[in-house]
């Protein structure tokens, strides 16, 4: 009993210094991605709270815990307060078995992948019910476009990934990251990595996939009757899931902590490696939403349905030919 009290506290602890960690990161990447989008379009950006704007995301954070919180008197009260809960607490529980250097993960599965692919599924739901529960047709017309592009795009990133879990031989996230001694698999899975960029663009809504939030046609999509610390909780689900996707993508195909042509390292060096390759990889999704045009709502769905899928389906039975034939 004292051990299994041990054991809860500790992971207790753990979840506690990941929570904060993730808010921190989702904070200020807010700042970096306004910095990034002012210097590609040669402006100065925030930079009048604390030196370099360093005060902005403490500023902006206030502001909306601050403001008045609306319900709109014809909306579920219910469903409209519990979505952007729903919303931001799976992006937390998606984290769970992120593996970080030094083998540490908040909770270690052998099925890791599985489940952060069950996991990230379930964060539709919460836009669906925030959607349908507003009452509103912009709301509605909003939820179901995300809904759609998400269940689009998830079918091509599951076969994505397991073609990069058959190449390590495994569905532990530590298994794939120590695979990559040699190569990283960035390199032969070249297209694999390049059309889980993409998808992870669609599963997290960002330009030029941001149909669900589409300003011009939908005035914010599903979140546009929420204000005040529901629609913080929106954004705060969906940075995370950025900072989710870049990690994902560091682990699949970039080697993790691993350093080019040395493996393994310290602890130390190996978390700054790590903290570089998932910043400018979320850094190039701010790259992407100041350079692209935002694609039509058709144009997405042929993206995924008969580009993407066939494509994914392909290289998946592509690369498991290849191994039977080699071993």
Known sequence: MKLLLINFILVLIKFLVLFVCVLLAVAFFTLVERKIMAAIQRRKGPNVLGWFGLLQPLADGLKLFLKESINPSSSNSFLFLLSPIWVFLISIITWAPIAFPGFNSLVFLNLGVMYILAASSLGVYGIIIAGWSSNSKYAFLGALRSAAQMISYEISMGLLILTVAVCAGSLNLFDIVY??????????????????????????????????????????????????MGFALFFLGETANIFLMSTMIVLLFFGGWLVPFIGSTGV????????????????????????????????????GWKVFLPFSLGFFVFVVSVLFLVY
């Open 268 to 303: 130390l060096i190996g978390s700054v490696v790590f903290a570089i390759k998932i910043v400018l990889v979320a850094s190039s999704f701010v790259w992407v939403r100041s350079t692209f045009p935002r694609y039509r709502y058709d144009q997405l769905m042929y993206l």
């Open 179 to 228: 695979s990559q001694r040699d190569i990283w698999f960035f390199i032969p899975l070249f297209p694999c990595f390049l059309m889980f960029f993409v998808t992870g663009l669609a599963e997290t809504n960002r330009p030029p996939f941001d149909l669900p939030e589409a300003e011009a046609e939908l005035v914010s999509g599903f979140n546009i009757e929420y204000a005040s």
